[in-house]
């Protein structure tokens, strides 16, 4: 996990000086799209579009070494969505503030928010295990 955290960090950090105007712009709707679907009818497509936003920073970044982890990290994002559930709509809504760093080019604060984000996502995740607890406190 630490290595997807780190890797997506990167891209944020990297998307910022190679970012373009239709980049954004598609960054932007899927943010958009995501925030605008409802938590409780929608979630899997709400989901979906929430990971996307992680393949087209993907696209942005246009790395051969990174790519795989990148798009690997979009489909695992759903997936940690999907696991989360609609406790984790806040999160979506909160990729506006990645965006707004990444719409100034402001790498460093785009890497820590994007740090931030899965951070919090994986510990909700953790929550949503059986038990309710991180799995380190189960016993």
């Given at each position: 996990m630490e290595g997807m955290i780190q890797a997506?960090?990167?891209a944020a950090r990297i998307a910022c000086a190679r970012m373009t105007m239709?980049?954004?712009?598609?960054?932007?709707d899927s943010v958009e799209r995501a925030c605008g679907l409802?938590?409780?009818?929608?979630?899997?497509?709400?989901?979906a579009a929430h990971a996307e936003m992680f393949?087209?920073?993907?696209?942005?970044?246009?790395?051969?070494l990174?790519?795989?982890?990148?798009t690997g990290g979009a489909g695992y994002m759903r997936e940690l969505m999907l696991a989360v559930g609609r406790a984790a709509d806040g999160m979506i809504v909160s990729s506006r503030r990645l965006l707004a760093h990444l719409r100034v080019?402001?790498?460093?604060?785009?890497a820590l928010e994007m740090e931030r984000h899965l951070r919090v996502l994986l510990f909700r995740r953790r929550l949503a295990l059986p038990g309710g607890q991180p799995a380190a406190r189960r016993r």
């Open positions: 997506q960090a990167m239709l980049h954004l712009t598609a960054l932007h409802a938590a409780g009818s929608q979630w899997d497509r709400k989901a393949r087209l920073l993907a696209d942005v970044v246009d790395d051969p990174l790519a795989p982890l990148l080019g402001d790498g460093e604060p785009a």
